[in-house]
């Protein structure tokens, strides 16, 4: 049974603090994605990462980083927390293909931010 | 930059009845994929259309792809409560495509 898993269900924040998501898959897939999910908006992608240190900006990188030194693992990074970082995080994998696979997803970290 | 808008964004009716929800955008898309996201969950795959005018059947759920692969509707019928959840469309804007575009998601309720 595939697998993506995320570090934390939950997490609450102080503004200013610096912020570790992590995510893992069990499926040996090269494409891996950071989304945020705010209601009304839909999912936003964050950053893409197609192999173990490569990176794309997503439509919303401002204020997020990324880190990917092993091909399961992919992390996000807030490097100063805002409130208007306070979403719902989803991270996702795929297969690298021809085509476009399907996106298997975690079940999200809820993120609040104070 | 290619959007996908789904309509409507809220709907609630009762058990036994059908709906329809719609994906709609002025671009073409390679392919497009339904997921649907149950509460605390991440969005599963639900089915994929790549043809213009696809139809494609999964139990009470049909997905149609537009003839100019521009939208796509999904229509179920004799909603059951187990249908309750967020259903969201994905684009993939060319062959091969990576990333996909998102659209806002519609949010489904099926009454008892």
């Known amino acids: 049974d595939v697998k993506v898993t995320q570090s934390s269900r939950y997490l609450v924040k102080r503004t200013g603090e610096k912020v570790f998501l992590e995510c893992v898959q069990d499926m040996d897939h090269e494409n891996m994605f950071w989304y945020r999910q705010d209601p009304g908006l839909g999912l936003r992608l964050i950053y893409f990462s197609y192999d173990v240190k490569m990176k794309e900006k997503g439509d919303i990188p401002e204020g997020y980083s990324v880190s990917r030194e092993k091909k399961e693992r992919f992390s996000l990074i807030l490097e100063s927390a805002s409130t208007n970082q306070t979403s719902m995080y989803l991270c996702a994998s795929s297969s690298l293909s021809g085509s476009t696979d399907t996106q298997y997803f975690g079940p999200g970290t809820r993120l609040t931010v104070l | 930059t290619q959007l996908l808008e789904q309509s409507p964004q809220f709907l609630s009716i009762q058990e036994g009845e059908n709906l329809t929800v719609y994906c709609n955008s002025s671009?073409?898309?390679?392919?497009l994929q339904w997921y649907r996201q149950e509460p605390g969950e991440g969005p599963v795959l639900l089915v994929t259309v790549v043809t213009g005018g696809e139809v494609k059947k999964l139990k009470r759920l049909t997905f149609q792809f537009g003839d100019a692969r521009k939208d796509s509707s999904l229509h179920i019928t004799a909603a059951q409560p187990g249908d309750t959840g967020l259903y969201l469309c994905?684009?993939?804007?060319?062959?091969?495509?990576?990333?996909?575009?998102f659209g806002q998601g519609t949010r489904l309720t099926i009454n008892p």
């Open positions: 994905a684009g993939a804007p060319h062959q091969g495509a990576q990333k996909l575009v």
């Open positions: 671009s073409v898309f390679s392919s």
